[in-house]
């Protein structure tokens, strides 16, 4: 049910920004269908380019990180 969340959010980011799932798919460079995937929570198989590209055009980043018992490494 997270992931349901959080995917809405991104929907939320992209409608506030002002664009259509096939506006934003021209922007990044992908289909409206990955971008419909993504706002659906399905990132198993999306490219972390493609999340990155996504947050950028709705005025957002992307910060990604490892996590090891109680150490976390940022790597991205």
Avoid: W
């Amino acid at each position: 049910m997270l992931a349901e969340v959080r995917a809405y959010r991104l929907r939320e980011l992209r409608e506030d920004a002002g664009l259509t799932q096939q506006e934003l798919a021209d922007r990044i460079g992908v289909s409206q269908r990955q971008v419909s995937k993504i706002e659906h929570g399905e990132l198993d198989n999306a490219k972390v380019g493609t999340v990155r590209r996504y947050l950028e055009a709705v005025g957002g980043g992307l910060a990604l990180e490892y996590v090891i018992g109680d150490e976390r490494v940022q790597v991205a």
